[in-house]
């Protein structure tokens, strides 16, 4: 299944050099050691534009390594890193430290977004043309919102002049302040202070009239509200260049979650109403929604078991993703597999000017296997990932990714050992 190529048919996947060589061959080479997919998808590498890999800064919550080894189990053959680490990616000193050692132990490709502001304190501008330059793919201050209007429109002209996009983190925290569950019914009836559904939409609403004023391009990240998703639809019609992404959680779970004060169901934004849930997946399905993320949060067990109020938000997904969207949308209805593949892979790219995937001749062998047929259930002791948090824990899903590979090499294979080594081999002549 190759969506940029609306393709959707049964054959072989021809690779030599790391490169999609043909697609249908229909003369194979004597001795070409071959993998036997039969039964599964055999789509482009899945792509996650929101993972935080918490390298440098945080390495006991997950390192670049276990980060992107995480993602490899995931099925994606490339993630976007959040730049709020320690220190924060706001300097070409660490923007670079974080390229050059995901090009050393990194089991998937690596695109540091870079910070708007300096230290991501949100009161100057970081030199976002040096970063551009050294390789930031795109801009956020994620985890907060810049909230400030006029260093806001500042970032927004830089963006337009380097065709940069801003991913915002949308939150006034003036009016979410203190909240650590969506404010309604169920964080009155728990005594939790609440986290308005105004502190997304309003910020939302200020970028847009800046993006009328700048025409740059502006990505809302974790979009999570009924009324941000009819503020991006219309900001669409409109023909502003504006696009968003949704986590698995969002199309999932409500605050109803949050009863039993788990911490792992604390995240920002916030799980919210079953009215938001459903916008949700109607703006994914309807096109409003162009991509899907995980915003894989990785806390340790600890910092967690701290409580509700006091532990830190967000939980683990880039494992996860996949099966829950197929949770969300049992086997891909309504979008079809190449419409979801293509929420996984094209959209997201597309999102950061990356190079469209797609399993044309010359391009890298960045594929994902997937059984849409696996029947398996979610067990955080056998993630890759550093940490465990994640309110799925014992889920039972169907549909995986069993096999991934990097440039033609086997990043990752679920299978029995022997079929690993088999696997392997083939992968690597
Ligand atoms: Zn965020």
Redesign the pocket.
């Known amino acids: 299944m190759d969506p940029a190529q609306h393709l959707d048919r049964t054959g072989d996947v021809l690779v030599t050099d790391g490169r999609i060589a043909a697609l249908d061959p229909n003369a194979r080479a004597p001795g070409t050691p071959v993998v036997d997919a039969r039964g599964l998808i055999v789509c482009p590498g899945l792509i996650d534009i929101h993972v935080h890999l918490r390298e440098p800064g945080a390495e006991h919550k997950e390192t670049i390594e276990t980060g992107t080894r995480a993602a490899a189990a995931g099925g994606f053959t490339a993630v976007a890193c959040m730049p709020n680490t320690k220190p924060a990616i706001d300097t070409v000193e660490t923007l670079t430290l974080i390229i050059e050692r995901a090009r050393a132990v990194g089991s998937c490709r690596v695109y540091p977004v870079a910070t708007i502001t300096a230290r991501r304190e949100g009161i100057e501008l970081a030199d976002v043309a040096a970063l551009r330059r050294h390789g930031a793919i795109a801009f956020s201050d ?2 907060d919102g810049v909230e400030n209007d006029d260093l806001m429109r500042a970032a927004f002209q830089q963006a337009k002049d380097l065709d940069v996009v801003l991913i915002q ?1 949308c939150e006034y925290k003036s009016i979410s302040a203190g909240g650590v569950m969506h404010k309604g019914a169920v964080s009155d009836r728990l005594g939790l202070p609440g986290l308005d559904r105004a502190s997304e939409d309003r910020m939302i609403e200020r970028d847009i009239a800046l993006m009328r004023e700048t025409g740059a391009r502006y990505h809302v ?2 979009i999570s509200t009924a009324g941000a998703v009819q503020l991006v639809r219309d900001a669409k019609a409109e023909g502003l260049p504006i696009t968003t992404e949704v986590c698995p959680h969002h199309l999932l779970l409500t605050d109803e979650a949050c009863t039993e004060r788990d911490p792992n169901t604390k995240m ?1 934004p916030p799980l919210r109403s079953a009215a938001d849930v459903d916008a949700c997946k109607a703006g994914l399905v309807d096109g409003t929604i162009d991509c899907i993320v995980t ?1 894989h949060a990785p806390h340790a067990a600890d910092e967690k078991a701290k409580g509700f109020l006091a532990a830190p938000p967000g939980i683990v997904g880039i494992e996860s993703s996949l099966a829950l969207v197929l949770k969300a949308f049992p086997d891909a209805s309504p979008m079809g597999w190449l419409g979801l593949i293509h929420r996984m892979t094209v959209a997201p790219a597309e999102v950061l000017g990356l190079e469209v995937p797609t399993l044309s001749p010359g391009r890298p062998a960045d594929l994902t296997l997937i059984d849409p047929h696996a029947k398996w259930r979610i067990d955080p002791v056998a993630f890759h990932s550093k940490s465990r948090n994640t309110p799925f824990s014992g889920w039972g899903v169907v549909g995986r990714p069993v096999a991934t590979f990097l440039g033609g090499r086997l990043s990752h294979c679920l299978d029995s050992e022997d079929r690993r080594l088999e696997w392997r081999k083939a992968a690597i002549n």
């Open positions: 994620d985890g983190h990240a974790h920002h915003d």
